[in-house]
């Protein structure tokens, strides 16, 4: 079975100081994962994935994820937080070998970043 | 870009209707998914299809039922709505062949209120 965790319902940080929102996750074989941003009131929009190759990942709006196998973990950072990453995030694994099946999603992360 | 439109932003019925919620894509997906989301929970998946026609249950089926006439469209339908239905419902479509990589593409969600 595949599953996502998020430890922490809620981050938050002082503008301009890095971020980090946590996610492990636990497949049978080896994953796909993804991070999604979720505005208020709006639909998830994708920020980036983890296929294979390099662990460090970087998407959308300046984040990036690093994957790490042996702690089966997919934290999203972020170097200098703005007032406007402010969101909800969800953290998704599709095992590999799971066949066309849908993501499973972590139950999300709530960031605030306070100016 | 990937649109996925759902017919309502904002819904208010009454318990024992049945209501309808639309989601349309334009780039040809064959997968396409409806979830909701609540506090706390993150997203659950009610039901997805991988083709016209075709349809899959989720974890939370119960009380919901989908339809898929087109490949275009897919709908959700509470056949008599509960104030536990009480949500917000998300279309998400994605890629069937090739890699399964493929992320998965959201529609802006609709929010549902059964009185």
């Known amino acids: 079975a595949q599953s996502v965790a998020q430890p922490e319902d809620q981050v938050n940080v002082a503008e301009g100081n890095p971020l980090t929102v946590k996610c492990t996750y636990s497949?049978?074989?080896?994953?796909?994962l993804f991070w999604y941003v979720q505005y208020p009131n709006r639909g998830l929009q994708f920020l980036l994935k983890?296929?294979?190759?390099?662990?460090l990942v970087k998407g959308s709006y300046g984040f990036e994820a690093e994957f790490n196998k042996s702690q089966t973990s997919f934290h999203l950072k972020k170097p200098s937080a703005l007032v406007s990453d402010s969101a909800l995030y969800f953290c998704?694994?599709?095992?590999?070998?799971?066949?066309?099946?849908?993501?499973?999603f972590g139950k999300g992360t709530r960031l605030s970043v306070i100016a | 870009d990937v649109k996925v439109t759902q017919s309502s932003r904002y819904l208010v019925k009454r318990t024992g209707e049945k209501v309808f919620l639309e989601c349309v894509q334009d780039?040809?997906?064959?997968?396409m998914f409806w979830y909701r989301q609540d506090p706390g929970l993150g997203l659950r998946l009610i039901y997805f299809?991988?083709?016209?026609?075709?349809?899959e249950k989720g974890d939370i089926p119960e009380g919901y039922s989908v339809s898929r006439e087109k490949k275009e469209r897919f709908s959700l339908i509470l056949e008599s709505a509960s104030t536990n239905q009480t949500s917000m419902y998300l279309c998400?479509?994605?890629?069937?062949?090739?890699?399964?990589?493929?992320?998965?593409?959201f529609g802006p969600g609709t929010r549902l209120t059964v009185l």
């Open positions: 983890y296929i294979t190759g390099d662990n």
């Open positions: 998400a479509s994605s890629l069937r062949g090739g890699p399964l990589y493929n992320e998965q593409f």
């Open positions: 497949v049978s074989g080896n994953p796909y």
């Open positions: 780039m040809d997906h064959e997968n």
């Open positions: 998704a694994v599709r095992d590999r070998n799971s066949g066309n099946t849908p993501l499973v």
């Open positions: 299809s991988y083709d016209v026609k075709m349809k």
